[in-house]
C-alpha cells in the first residue's frame, strides 16, 4: 500500500509564502504531483516531479527528493484566491496515482 | 469545450437502488478513472481503464462496477447502493504512454448520498 502524509491544514497572510510538506511511502516511483482543489470543485493540475530538484511555475514552485521520500510545494506572494486544499499524489510502480488527504490552505488578509 | 463531464451533478438515492454515474471525455485520452473523495481520507482510486476494452480494479472496488465500451465513455455502476457509498466521485482521464507526464484531468464531480 501507499503512505503519503501532509499536514490537514495551513494558515498563512496575503502576500506572505507558504510550504506545504508531502512525505510518502510508495512501492515503487513514477512521479508526483501537486493538485490544487477549491471547495466544491475538481481538482486541478498545479505541478509534476519526477526527478530530484526544484521546478519553478510562476508563484508555485515544487520540489523533490527522491531518496527522502520527500516534496513539498512553495506558494509565494500569497493571494485570497489561492485558499484551497492542496493535494500531494505519488504515481506508483503501476503508474496509479494515489493521493494525500490533503492540506487545506486559508490565506487571511 | 474540450474536457470531462459528468452526470448528474447530484443525486440522492434510497439504500439497495442500482444507480449509474456517467462520464464523458473528449480528449481523446486513453485511460480513464473513477475515484471517491471522502473527507480526511483524500481521494481514492475505485476503478480504471488503460484503453478501450479493458478495466481495472483500484483501492476500493467493491459495491461497484465499470465498463469501457469506446474511447469516450466510462460510466460507474453500483449495483444496490449502501449508505457507505454517500461520497463525491469524480471521474478523470490521461493520456496514458506509461511515459512521463501524464496528467490526470478532472470532472467536476458528483455527489451523492445514499440514504
Known amino acids: 500500500g501507499q503512505n503519503i502524509d501532509q499536514p490537514t491544514e495551513m494558515t498563512a497572510t496575503e502576500g506572505a509564502i507558504v510550504q506545504i510538506n508531502c512525505t510518502y511511502q510508495?512501492?515503487?516511483?513514477?512521479?508526483l504531483f501537486w493538485y490544487q482543489q477549491h471547495a466544491g470543485e475538481a481538482p486541478t493540475f498545479l505541478s509534476y516531479?519526477?526527478?530530484?530538484g526544484l521546478e519553478e511555475k510562476g508563484r508555485f514552485s515544487s520540489f523533490l527528493s527522491r531518496s527522502k521520500g520527500y516534496s513539498y510545494l512553495l506558494l509565494k506572494e500569497l493571494q485570497m484566491k489561492d485558499s484551497a486544499s492542496y493535494l500531494c499524489?505519488?504515481?506508483?510502480?503501476?503508474?496509479?496515482?494515489?493521493f494525500g488527504a490533503g492540506t487545506t490552505v486559508t490565506v487571511r488578509a | 469545450i474540450a474536457g470531462i463531464t459528468q452526470a448528474p451533478t447530484s443525486q440522492i438515492l434510497a439504500a439497495g437502488r442500482r444507480m449509474t454515474l456517467r462520464c464523458t471525455q473528449d480528449m481523446r485520452h486513453n485511460a480513464m478513472y473513477w475515484y471517491r473523495q471522502d473527507l480526511g481520507l483524500g481521494l481514492r482510486l475505485i476503478h480504471y481503464s488503460n484503453t478501450a476494452g479493458t478495466t481495472g480494479k483500484g483501492e476500493v472496488p467493491d459495491g461497484y462496477s465499470v465498463s469501457r465500451a469506446n474511447t469516450d465513455d466510462f460510466p460507474l455502476t453500483l449495483a444496490s447502493a449502501v449508505p457507505s457509498q454517500t461520497s463525491v466521485y469524480f471521474c478523470?482521464?490521461?493520456?496514458?504512454?506509461?511515459?512521463?507526464?501524464?496528467?490526470?484531468?478532472f470532472g467536476p464531480g458528483t455527489r451523492l448520498t445514499v440514504l
Open positions: 516531479n519526477v526527478l530530484d
Open positions: 510508495t512501492s515503487g516511483f513514477n512521479g
Open positions: 499524489a505519488v504515481r506508483d510502480g503501476d503508474y496509479k496515482l494515489s
Open positions: 478523470a482521464s490521461s493520456d496514458f504512454s506509461g511515459g512521463a507526464a501524464d496528467t490526470q484531468y
